[in-house]
């Protein structure tokens, strides 16, 4: 089967970013000129018209292509290449001669999602050294049987260590068992950690995926979130209450404390603007009967608010989780059962509007990758955009030279590098604006600000982790 060239696949979705950037400088500045102006009005509607219908053409462009179906199978290739490998390591031959990393699941002070990335850590520490991942998640909040109440075991055959071997991380090459940190900034870090993808599958996956970084950990949650009968009964029981089918978009809205410190409150019409935008195209390729969402929050403001202003839509949501966000509930066995199930839903639906900043929104993002062949355009952020957290390398490079034009901006030179890095609390202090600019440290002059997200593209890092070679599947 021939392969598409790798450039032209990304420069296809260049476009697509670029085209998206464009729309939301225009936008923004538009309605900033006069709101009262009724051509201004017509204008921005025209002009939504010509980027929807382009945006529609290049989703259309994937489809006809003639490489629509090597998609499909370079995709499912790559996740069972993955996936194998995730079970070789978890199921050594011997696993009492077997090396080991242990992992506490149940670091106290973070949230449940927080908690699952922290096992994406984890999971990287075991693919790096090559360890079979032993992860103690009993009494998880309140479930006795830990994250197994919901998932299938993360192996069939080895999930005991001894304690009295345990040693620090990173430990030696022959130690046997070794403890991996419970707060994510193990030292050393090796580059397998976050931002990188392995080096042995880089090709093919920046071949195929507009957010390889994404996929990879997708992965590590396809593996870990292979759902048991009993939460799958569970799940497909909610699924027919609420009715929920395709087309869905997932609309996640995180308030609550997450607006102390580490987001801002944006209003509902936002996420419903890219909620109205996905089904505004969708129908320029086929009818839409019933626009439909499936609703996860943790404010159950927002359950009244959407129905009175936004009648035309069937809202699906599950009661029991929006009462398990209340803070006294939240700390009850059962509110892991609604979140999981939330995540679940988030990530089969047709398209995803969420706050990045919310580790719930990204995970969910991060499933969904592993459910297409390229789901990195399923998306849209009403905060920040994708990122994981201690990331290393987080970096854009100016293919353009930039001028401020505000004191808020940076300025670039063709070729310097822009680091992403933020912290949450930070972002909190400068949060996008839908733009078209986004926010960075240049690496060169060590300033930070705004740039014009259209002037740079993204880099990647490549970790030369032990390659499998001996997996021949
Ligand atoms: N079921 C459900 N619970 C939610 C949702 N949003 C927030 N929550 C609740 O709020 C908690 C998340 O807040 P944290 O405890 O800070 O979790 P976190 O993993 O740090 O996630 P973020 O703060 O969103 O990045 C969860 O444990 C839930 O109890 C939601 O959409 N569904
Ligand atoms: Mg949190």
Known sequence: MPEPFMEAEQMRRQVGRDVRHTWQFLKFHLRNLSSSNNNLTTVLEDLEHYFRVTSHDLTRLNEVDGFREWREKEAAALSALVQHRLHILQNPP????????????????????????????????????????????????????GLETFFLPLSDTCTSYNKSQMVAWPGKKDSPVVQFPAWDRPNPRPNYFPKSIPKDISERLVRLHGDPFAWWMGQFFKYAMRTNKDFQDYIDNQAREMGYESPVVGLQIRRSDKLIREAVYIDLSVYMQEVDEFYKQLELRQPVAQ?????????????????????????????????????????????????????????????????????????????????????????????????????????VKARFPHKPRRPEEIELQRGDLVDRYDIPSHFAGHPSKNDGFQWGTNTRTKKHGFYPAYKTIEMLDVANVKSFEHIDI
Do not use: W
């Open 291 to 395: 626009r439909r969402i499936f609703l996860a929050t943790d404010d159950p403001e927002v359950i009244s608010e959407i129905k009175k202003r936004y009648p035309e839509y069937k809202v699906l949501y599950n009661p029991d989780s929006v009462d398990s966000t209340r803070m006294k509930e939240r700390k009850k066995a059962s509110s892991v059962r609604y979140l999981l199930a939330d995540v679940y839903f988030l990530s089969r639906s047709d398209f995803l509007v969420c706050g990045m900043t919310s580790n719930i929104c990204r995970l969910s993002y991060e499933l969904m990758q592993s459910l297409h062949a390229d789901a990195s355009t399923r998306v849209s952020s009403v905060d920040r955009d994708y990122y994981f957290h201690y990331e290393v390398g987080n970096v």
């Open 94 to 145: 011997d696993c009492a001669s077997a090396k080991k990393i242990y992992c506490d699941f149940k670091a106290a002070g973070r949230g449940i999602g927080s908690q699952l990335h922290h096992l994406s850590y984890c999971f990287l520490a075991s693919y790096g050294t090559q360890r079979t991942l032993i992860l103690d998640t009993k009494n998880y909040n309140g479930n006795p049987e």
